[in-house]
T-cell receptor
Framework: QKEVEQNSGPLSVPEGAIASLNCTYS??????FFWYRQYSGKSPELIMF????GDKEDGRFTAQLNKASQYVSLLIRDSQPSDSATYLCAATLTQGGSEKLVFGKGMKLTVNP | SQTIHQWPATLVQPVGSPLSLECTVEGTSNPNLYWYRQAAGRGLQLLFY??????ISSEVPQNLSASRPQDRQFILSSKKLLLSDSGFYLC????????????FGDGTRLSIL
C-alpha cells in the first residue's frame, strides 16, 4: 500500500513565526508532490507543487523536496491567523498506466494572534 | 480559466434512498475526473476516476457507482444509501498527462439519517 504520512498535529504557532509542515512518502516512483490547504468545512485548495529536489518558493510559502529521504516539507514564513487550516500533502502514484494522487491525512495548523 | 461546479452543497437523505451527485468542469477539454470522499477527521479517499467518456475506474468496492456521460460531466450515484455513506464528497479534475495537480470543487456534505 503506497502511503503518504503526515504528523497529524495539531501544530500551533504564534503570528509572525515560521510554521513547518512535514510529509514522507513510501513510493520511490512518485514524481510530483503537492500541498493543499483546507479551511474547515471547505474543499482543498492547491497552494504549492514541487517536482525537483531542493526548494521552491512562492511568496511566504517554501516547498522542500528530498527524494533520497522521501521527504517533503512546507514552510510558511510570517504566519498569519488566516493561515490557520488543515494542510494536506499529496504525492503522485502511477498504477496501470494511470496517474493518481495519494493524500496524507493532513495536519491542522493554528496561528495565534 | 477553468472552473468546476459541484452540487448540491449539502444533502440530507434517509437510509435506503438513492443518490445522485453531479459535477461539471468548464474551460478545458478531456479532463481527468475524480470522486473522493472525506469522512470526519479522516483523509481523502479516492472512490472513482475517469480518463474519458464512459471510462470509469473504481478504487474501493462499495454501493456507489460513477458515470461520465459527457466529456466534462461526472456523476456519482447510489441505488440505496447506507449510514456509512455519510461524508464530504469532492469532485476534482486535472489535465491529462503526468505530474498534473488536481483541482477540487466545493464539495457536497452528505448526511444519512
Amino acid at each position: 500500500q503506497k502511503e503518504v504520512e503526515q504528523n497529524s498535529g495539531p501544530l500551533s504557532v504564534p503570528e509572525g513565526a515560521i510554521a513547518s509542515l512535514n510529509c514522507t512518502y513510501s513510493d520511490r516512483g512518485s514524481q510530483s508532490f503537492f500541498w493543499y490547504r483546507q479551511y474547515s468545512g471547505k474543499s482543498p485548495e492547491l497552494i504549492m507543487f514541487i517536482y525537483s529536489n531542493g526548494d521552491k518558493e512562492d511568496g511566504r510559502f517554501t516547498a522542500q523536496l528530498n527524494k533520497a529521504s522521501q521527504y517533503v516539507s512546507l514552510l510558511i514564513r510570517d504566519s498569519q491567523p488566516s493561515d490557520s487550516a488543515t494542510y494536506l500533502c499529496a504525492a503522485t502514484l502511477t498504477q496501470g498506466g494511470s496517474e493518481k494522487l495519494v493524500f496524507g491525512k493532513g495536519m491542522k495548523l493554528t496561528v495565534n494572534p | 480559466s477553468q472552473t468546476i461546479h459541484q452540487w448540491p452543497a449539502t444533502l440530507v437523505q434517509p437510509v435506503g434512498s438513492p443518490l445522485s451527485l453531479e459535477c461539471t468542469v468548464e474551460g478545458t477539454s478531456n479532463p481527468n475526473l475524480y470522486w473522493y470522499r472525506q469522512a470526519a477527521g479522516r483523509g481523502l479517499q479516492l472512490l472513482f476516476y475517469s480518463v474519458g467518456i464512459g471510462q470509469i475506474s473504481s478504487e474501493v468496492p462499495q454501493n456507489l457507482s460513477a458515470s461520465r456521460p459527457q466529456d466534462r460531466q461526472f456523476i456519482l450515484s447510489s441505488k440505496k444509501l447506507l449510514l456509512s455513506d455519510s461524508g464530504f464528497y469532492l469532485c476534482a479534475w486535472s489535465r491529462t498527462g503526468n505530474n498534473q495537480p488536481q483541482h477540487f470543487g466545493d464539495g457536497t456534505r452528505l448526511s444519512i439519517l
